[in-house]
Nanobody
Framework: QVQLAEFGGGSVQAGGSLKLSCAAS????????MGWFRQAPGKEREAVAA????????FYSDYVLGRFAISLNDAKNTLSLQMNSLKPEDTAMYYC????????????????????WGQGAQVTVSS
């Protein structure tokens, strides 16, 4: 099993920056992909960014491309999301997640591919 715990987040004005981190513990060597998702009230959970555990390949959804950056530390036990130029529409609960299966095309976007989830961290962006 893998346990995930997010920290960071908070409130910021539009145009500001925040950083989220996610500490992973347990059988992290079984992970293929780690991702960040978000869910705003009344909306479905959506993919934000992901990174392959073996080669560090990064993926971003169009709405955060160029503003957010995902990273994994050398020990591969801390996932981060640097969020710049934040917009009010970025307001949501953000979750880190781990996928234990070999990835396929666009699988990083699929919520059901991830079977380990953190508890979430709130990000609020005011205009």
């Amino acid at each position: 099993q893998v346990q995930l715990a997010e920290f960071g987040g908070g409130s910021v004005q539009a145009g500001g920056s925040l950083k989220l981190s996610c500490a992973a513990s347990g059988y992290t060597n079984k992970i293929f992909v780690m991702g960040w998702f978000r869910q705003a009230p009344g909306k479905e959970r959506e993919a934000v960014a992901a990174i392959y555990y073996d080669n560090g390949r990064e993926f971003y959804s169009d709405y955060v491309l160029g503003r957010f950056a995902i990273s994994l530390n050398d020990a591969k036990n801390t996932l981060s999301l640097q969020m710049n130029s934040l917009k009010p529409e970025d307001t949501a609960m953000y979750y880190c997640a781990a996928d234990f299966g070999p990835p396929y095309r666009d699988s990083w976007r699929v919520v059901n591919e991830y079977t380990a989830w953190g508890q979430g961290a709130q990000v609020t962006v005011s205009s």
